[in-house]
T-cell receptor, first 110, second 112 residues
Framework: DAKTTQPNSMESNEEEPVHLPCNHS???????IHWYRQLPSQGPEYVIH???SNVNNRMASLAIAEDRKSSTLILHRATLRDAAVYYC???????????FGKGTRLSVIA | EAQVTQNPRYLITVTGKKLTVTCSQN?????MSWYRQDPGLGLRQIYY???????DKGDVPEGYKVSRKEKRNFPLILESPSPNQTSLYFC???????????FGSGTRLTVV
């Protein structure tokens, strides 16, 4: 399975942008890049996904490097409710299902 | 509301007593999956199903069974639960072609 590497933890101030990095140097051409987050005591929540182009939705933006070996999840204005573990996952829709790594624990400081 | 519903939310049982955790989705998703989450080990996949009557093992299938007789339901069966199956369980569903997954709220199982 293609692997991802994320920092164990990050910290952000409230109302500031947050850039969560993910490296996936062994990504294949058919792998989608998915991001999920898990708030305390809840199930994982889908955030965003993309294949090659940058993506935006109401929750976040996903910036994908041109060679696709890395990506960055961007939260434009962090709030206290964004404190969670964020998972970057490679998903090959034609084959294996989601495989969760350790993720990045984001702390937001008021 | 589009959702994945798991029941029960909490369950305490004794070793060896068969139990079933139900999972149902109302989004007509083809793909469904079960995960367990343990401290320090993260989320690990137990079983998944790509469609009705199509199931396959994930990373930690031992001690579990599943069935997919209809599209909306994907129950997780523990025929003879043991204490090492004490965990937090999540069901998830998705459209097959690379879409985002919707997760249930979780079932916290304790086997004593």
């Amino acid at each position: 399975d293609a692997k991802t590497t994320q920092p164990n933890s990050m910290e952000s101030n409230e109302e500031e942008p947050v850039h969560l990095p993910c490296n996936h140097s062994t990504i294949s051409g058919t792998d989608y890049i998915h991001w999920y987050r898990q708030l305390p005591s809840q199930g994982p929540e889908y955030v965003i996904h993309g294949l090659t182009s940058n993506v935006n939705n109401r929750m976040a933006s996903l910036a994908i490097a041109e060679d696709r070996k890395s990506s960055t999840l961007i939260l434009h204005r962090a709030t206290l409710r964004d404190a969670a573990v964020y998972y970057c996952i490679l998903f090959n829709s034609g084959n294996t299902p989601l495989v969760f790594g350790k993720g990045t624990r984001l702390s937001v400081i008021a | 509301e589009a959702q994945v519903t798991q029941n029960p939310r909490y369950l305490i049982t004794v070793t060896g007593k068969k139990l079933t955790v139900t999972c149902s989705q109302n989004m007509n998703h083809e793909y469904m999956s079960w995960y367990r989450q343990d401290p320090g080990l993260g989320l690990r996949q137990i079983y998944y199903s790509m469609n009705v009557e199509v199931t396959d093992k994930g990373d930690v299938p031992e001690g579990y069974k599943v069935s997919r007789k209809e599209k909306r339901n994907f129950p997780l069966i523990l025929e003879s639960p043991s204490p090492n199956q004490t965990s937090l369980y999540f069901c998830a569903s998705s459209l097959f072609k690379g879409g985002g997954y919707t997760f249930g709220s979780g079932t916290r199982l304790t086997v004593v």
